[in-house]
């Protein structure tokens, strides 16, 4: 069964910080992996769709990287902006379905 | 295309009522799927439907949990009767195969 972990689960830094979201997974056996954002009271956006034969995609100050072997997710987000304050969650699509499992979220802090 | 719409956005009911949350999938998309987030449990998915039929309700709480998906631009999710353990937000999201999945903005449902 797969399970689908993000650390840290809150997180809060000053404007114009680097900063890694974690997500790690427990089977390898996937067709894809989604970053999604949200915002308070709001649905899910998606960010970055990495398909399993992929290593990161790009987009904006965003990248996303993947690493099928270890079970491993990265998002990345270069030079903060209070904008950016939200929950980002990681999901996963095991082959053969098509249904995401979800982590718990990072909820994200980001300071002027 | 305005998304994928559901409604109510808000819905407060008294324990025992029956609740009925409806959603509308991007026109043109095949799957269609119910989620619900909770601070506990975070996002499951409930069940899920391809063109129109039910494909996996494994995360269906209990019987008095029903789905239906009469065509492809309309899908209910029942709750009779409600328990206030059921309060939380409920999300459906279509896609087209597996591509272009996109969340509507979610019903909150509060039983008291």
């Known amino acids: 069964k797969q399970e689908v972990t993000q650390i840290p689960a809150a997180l809060s830094v000053p404007e114009g910080e680097n900063l890694v979201l974690n997500c790690s997974f427990t089977?390898?056996?996937?067709?894809?992996l989604q970053w999604f954002r949200q915002d308070p009271g709001k649905g899910l956006t998606s960010l970055l769709l990495i398909q399993s034969s992929q290593r990161e995609q790009t987009s904006g100050r965003l990248n996303a990287s993947l690493d099928k072997s270890s079970g491993r997710s990265t998002l990345y987000i270069a030079a903060s902006q209070p904008g950016d304050s939200a929950t980002y969650l990681c999901a996963v699509q095991s082959s053969g379905t098509y249904k995401y499992i979800f982590g718990t979220g990072t909820r994200l802090k980001v300071l002027a | 295309d305005a998304g994928v719409i559901q409604s109510p956005r808000h819905e407060v009911t008294e324990m025992g009522q029956e609740v009925t949350l409806r959603c509308k999938p991007i026109s043109g998309h095949d799957y269609l799927f119910w989620y619900r987030q909770t601070m506990m449990r975070g996002l499951e998915l409930l069940i899920y439907f391809n063109n129109n039929v039910p494909i996996d309700d494994s995360g269906m709480p209990e019987d008095r949990f029903s789905a239906k998906m009469p065509n492809a631009s309309f899908s209910t999710l029942k709750i009779q009767p409600s328990e206030p353990r059921d309060s939380a937000v409920y999300f459906c999201a279509s896609s087209f195969g597996q591509v272009g999945y996109t969340f509507g903005s979610g019903t909150r449902l509060t039983v008291v």
């Open positions: 089977d390898s056996a996937i067709y894809n």
